[in-house]
């Protein structure tokens, strides 16, 4: 069992930044693990955001974000990051932290194995 806790989250104007992190425990560490960022906003799908193997390469980002946003990983800290720079008021959302029982990360939710429960972006002037 893995469990998933985000934080990180706020309000920020446009062309802030933030950075997201999630922290993992539970039976089986985050080296173990492939990561992900999803995010979602109210009636609509959840949106793939990052994405990293356990090797600790990163999978292409979803398209809304590609240049502005980076995910990371330390082992160490059984910890992921989201470093989200420029931010726009798009970026509004629910973010949510993903695990996947594979050395090999997805963009598709439903590969995913255990979520946190998510941390508020809202980016508002």
């Known amino acids: 069992q893995v469990q998933l806790v985000e934080s990180g989250g706020g309000l920020v104007q446009p062309g802030g930044s933030l950075r997201l992190s999630c922290a993992a425990t539970?039976?089986?560490?985050?080296?173990?693990?492939?990561m992900g960022w999803f995010r979602q906003t109210p009636g609509k799908e959840r949106e793939f955001v990052a994405a990293i193997h356990r090797s600790g390469v990163n999978t292409p980002y979803g398209d809304s974000v590609k240049g502005r946003f980076t995910m990371s990983r330390d082992n160490y800290k059984d910890s992921v990051f989201l470093q989200m720079n420029n931010l726009k008021p798009e970026d509004t959302a629910l973010y949510y932290c993903a695990a996947r029982y594979s050395a090999i990360a997805t963009m598709r939710s439903g590969d995913y194995d255990y979520w946190g429960q998510g941390t508020q972006v809202t980016v508002s002037s």
């Open positions: 539970g039976g089986r560490a985050m080296s173990t693990l492939a």
